[in-house]
């Protein structure tokens, strides 16, 4: 890298939205525990697959117990990637910001989520 040229910032919408989403995963999990999150996102990859017609699929089983996970980790991985591609406090901040604007969005609609998760 030559002196006097600087990296192209990495903050971008679509960073932006990963770490909201890991934010708001994340507060779930915090206000209602792992047990009754992945228990929904099942519940959630289940519907989903049934109406891409994967449900019919003789294999439906072996993709229902890893299914919360397919969402999840991904979410995760990606987060983890834009943690580890952070170079300055300014991108931190934006990560920072990113996962409480999730986390803020977790709690305003934890009462949704009572309803629907419990």
């Known amino acids: 890298m030559q002196m006097g040229m600087q990296q192209a910032s990495t903050t971008n919408l679509l960073s932006i939205l990963i770490d909201i989403a890991f934010g708001f995963a994340g507060g779930l999990i915090i206000f ?3 047990e009754p999150v992945i228990k929904y996102g099942t519940h959630l990859a289940m519907e989903i697959m049934k109406q891409t017609g994967y449900g019919a699929s003789p294999f439906m089983s072996l993709g229902l117990s890893a299914a919360p996970y ?3 980790a991904p979410i995760g991985g990606l987060a983890l990637k834009e943690l580890a591609s952070v170079r300055s406090l ?3 901040a934006y990560f920072a910001a990113a996962v409480l604007v999730g986390l ?6 934890k009462g949704y989520f009572a309803t629907v998760i419990r």
């Open 90 to 92: 300014r991108g931190f």
């Open 104 to 109: 803020a969005i977790a709690f305003v609609t």
């Open 32 to 34: 209602f525990g792992p």
């Open 70 to 72: 397919v969402v999840l």
